[in-house]
């Protein structure tokens, strides 16, 4: 609920794992998404049939994207992308400017075959593939454990605005990841122009294999034993501008395919639990850590909570998305030595430490920003690991990438959310995540101020955390020198509306994960809200509450945030002399959420409570139209206005100041 700024500070991780839901090994298989290609930013007109939607103002058009896979019946793969984008803006050409496609160098091979610029006037410039760099991405540079992910990096030669790029890049993996088996998921353009999008699976014809394509029809056809799946598709509605567009509660499904030869969920989580249980043994190292780590801890809860403390805190967190990289962790051993690692590692580590400690650990593989379709049992449904401590008929969550989360907590973005479990002794099965965290989410802000003539507001805000906001701002706090923590502050009172300066930053409980996040800081502002009209709002931040109240209708049910409660305290000494006017207090309810406003004034100070209680974390979508009644007295209540009228005898003394004096 507290502002939506602090929940943004995670979003980073989420978005990174919905890029790389991609085919295994290349970096371009969702173009869209990394070329941003639905800007509007001025380009050079472009002449199309009269008939035809004008893309003058488009950054970039594709015109023809090709996609074809072949697998064999090991589970060998050969792909191969083709590329035709009509650049039109400056934008677009720095995005393109440079191509760069992922391998992994222990079982991918990459080729660019070609990469040509066509120009207006008809003439073709080449770039030489042999001008192509292989590069260390990134993570491996930091991470050199995970050398193997590399990066194929071009750049194109003579782009401009006006030209036509083409390429074409083929890749073959001739050791499959699992062998007999093998699995694709490819998300068509939906979000930009695309005139042409095709995409061909080729595989074999006597292989069982599951098709899913749920927005989109396909075909078929067969040669001798091979069997080719052939999709063709157009995203051809311009983009709108920013200013435009709707605020949208759940965004549009994405036209997503899917193959797959696993027949159940079964086998996929027999397969990875038996990648995970072999590099998590109990050895003499991890053996002697864990009775360390435990010692004078006498249940299994508190034990548990001192092992994940270590695990999620002092071990760096290295973004790498299950299935960008290897499928197989690192051992126990190796991650404790690295003291860094991906979310398979950190889990590896963690149920290694569990178990050395008598406690059982099962990994769960889940999917952050995935759609989930139960009915396609595939590997690329999922982009993360977490962890799943067994309690009889009841479950602990925990996460260890999220790195300053408190024992048991989720973050949204996997809340609610099917997860493959994989027992030590049993068969997979798909649960979902808990829909709430294991505590009612806390946020207390206080703000005490005093407001001068001048309309300077001069005060201190005192906040305390627990829950999404608490971990987000915890993370974000963690990660900077205390020299850094007034930058953060700052940043965030700006993005709250918020222009003064603010100074003095004090944390506390920044690693004691059990307590709520305390942080304050003092701040002062000229002109404070509408002082020169002699109007002000209390000095608090505002309540986000799920999506506006003129975003689309969802299709599904939605999050109106964690079930807790918000309160917003706020006081202010008026300048002497002056008055105020209060607006009634007021109320809004419903089946999920309550929240109330009241004012008052006593000896020249006005003390306003603003008070959120979410009863229900999701909001079915029968409920619409109880929710946007509920947001639009919300957003009512919180725009009231508070007058300040000038006291009678300044009133007389600006009069008297504006009257000439008379001449003898």
């Not at 073959?172 to 998921?185: A, D, R, T």
């Not at 299994?300 to 290897?326: L, N, P, Q």
């Not at 995540?433 to 507001?457: Q, R, W, Y």
Request: hydrophobic content about 40%; charged content about 25%.
């Amino acid at each position: 609920m507290f502002c939506k700024f602090v929940l943004q500070l995670t979003a980073g991780r989420a978005r990174f794992y919905e890029e790389c839901r991609r085919a295994p090994g290349l970096m371009l298989n969702r173009l869209p998404a990394r070329l941003a290609l639905a800007m509007y930013l001025g380009a050079a007109a472009v002449s199309f049939a009269a008939d035809t939607p004008d893309y003058s103002k488009e950054a970039a058009v594709i015109q023809d994207f090709a996609t074809k896979v072949s697998f064999s019946a090991t589970g060998a793969r050969e792909w191969q992308q083709t590329l035709s984008v009509r650049v039109q803006s400056e934008a677009a050409v720095r995005q393109f400017g440079i191509l760069g496609f992922l391998y992994n160098s222990d079982n991918e091979r990459i080729e660019i075959e070609y990469v040509r610029v066509k120009k207006a006037d008809g003439s073709v410039v080449e770039t030489p593939a042999s001008s192509a760099m292989d590069l260390a991405t990134q993570v491996a540079a930091a991470a050199p454990t995970y050398s193997d992910l590399r990066q194929k990096q071009i750049p194109v030669k003579a782009l401009g605005v006006g030209d036509v790029l083409e390429y074409s890049v083929r890749s073959s993996q001739q050791k499959p990841e699992v062998p007999g088996q093998f699995w694709y998921q490819q998300v068509l353009i939906d979000d930009s122009v695309v005139l042409n999008q095709s995409l061909e699976i080729r595989v074999p014809k006597d292989k069982y294999v599951q098709v899913s394509s749920p927005k989109l029809k396909y075909e078929t056809r067969d040669e001798g034993d091979r069997r080719t799946y052939v999709w063709k598709h157009s995203h051809l509605a311009p983009s709108e501008p920013e200013d435009k567009k709707k605020q949208a509660a759940v965004t549009d499904e994405p036209t997503q395919i899917q193959i797959t030869t696993f027949r159940n969920w079964e086998e996929v989580g027999n397969w990875w639990g038996a990648l995970a249980s072999e590099q998590a043994k109990v050895t003499p190292a991890i053996q002697a850590k864990a009775k360390e780590l435990t010692a004078g801890l006498s249940t299994d809860t508190e034990k548990a909570k001192a092992i994940y403390r270590y695990v999620a805190m002092k071990f760096r967190y290295i973004s790498i998305s299950f299935g960008a990289g290897r499928y197989r962790p690192h051992s126990a051993e190796e991650v404790l030595a690295n003291q860094y690692g991906d979310c398979k590692d950190k889990h590896t580590l963690l149920a290694a430490l569990l178990k050395a400690a008598g406690i059982p650990a099962w990994p769960a593989l889940i999917g952050v920003g995935v759609k989930f379709d139960a009915s396609v049992p595939s590997p690329a449904q999922f982009n993360h690991v977490i962890t799943v401590l067994p309690q009889g008929v009841k479950y602990v969550w925990l996460d260890t990438t999220a790195e300053v989360a408190p024992f048991g907590f989720l973050l949204q973005a996997i809340r609610d959310e099917q997860a493959l479990v994989i027992p030590t002794d049993g068969k997979p099965v798909l649960l979902k995540t808990p829909v709430d965290p294991p505590f009612a989410a806390s946020e207390i802000v206080n703000v005490k101020a005093s407001l001068a003539a001048d309309g300077t507001l001069t005060g201190h805000v005192d906040l305390r955390l627990l829950g999404d906001s608490g971990v987000a701002m915890r993370g974000a706090f963690h990660q900077l020198a205390p020299a850094q923590w007034q930058a953060l502050a700052q940043q965030m009172s700006y993005t709250l509306g918020y222009a003064g300066d603010v100074s003095g930053v004090e944390v506390e409980n920044l690693d004691d994960l059990d307590k709520p996040l305390h942080y304050g800081y003092d701040y002062k502002r000229k002109n404070y809200s509408d002082w020169a009209n002699h109007r002000i709002t209390p000095p608090v931040p505002p309540l986000g509450f799920g999506p506006g109240d003129e975003a689309d209708k969802p299709k599904d049910s939605f999050s109106a945030g964690a079930r807790g409660e918000s309160i917003y305290r706020a006081s202010v000494q008026l300048p002497d002399g002056f008055s105020i006017e209060l607006p009634k207090d007021a109320a809004a309810t419903s089946d999920f959420a309550d929240y109330s406003a009241h004012y008052s004034v006593k000896d020249g100070t006005l003390f306003a409570e603003r008070t959120m209680v979410v009863k229900k974390s999701k909001v079915e979508v029968e409920q619409w139209g109880e929710y946007q009644r509920f947001y639009k007295g919300v957003r009512t209540i919180r725009a009231s206005i508070f007058r300040c009228p000038r006291p009678a005898a300044i009133r007389k003394q600006q009069f008297r100041k504006t009257i000439p004096k008379q001449r003898s």
